[in-house]
């Protein structure tokens, strides 16, 4: 098996657009896997699946 690197890319938190907030560690960024994309959960609304930041796959969950 050979071990997929992760890359992760910087995404506008959606949860608050940038303002920060708890999800995004008030940074208004949250790292997220590149290539980024809107979580299909919710579109990007936030949900429990993209640890309500809107983006498939933030970093700050997976650590
Ligand atoms: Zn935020
Ligand atoms: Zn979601």
Known sequence: MTPVEKT??????????????????????????APKSLCHHCDGVGCIYCGFTGWTGPKSKCD
């Open 8 to 33: 992760f890319e910087p995404a506008t938190c959606r949860h608050c657009d940038g303002e920060g907030c708890l999800y995004c560690n008030k940074t208004g960024t949250v790292l997220v896997i």
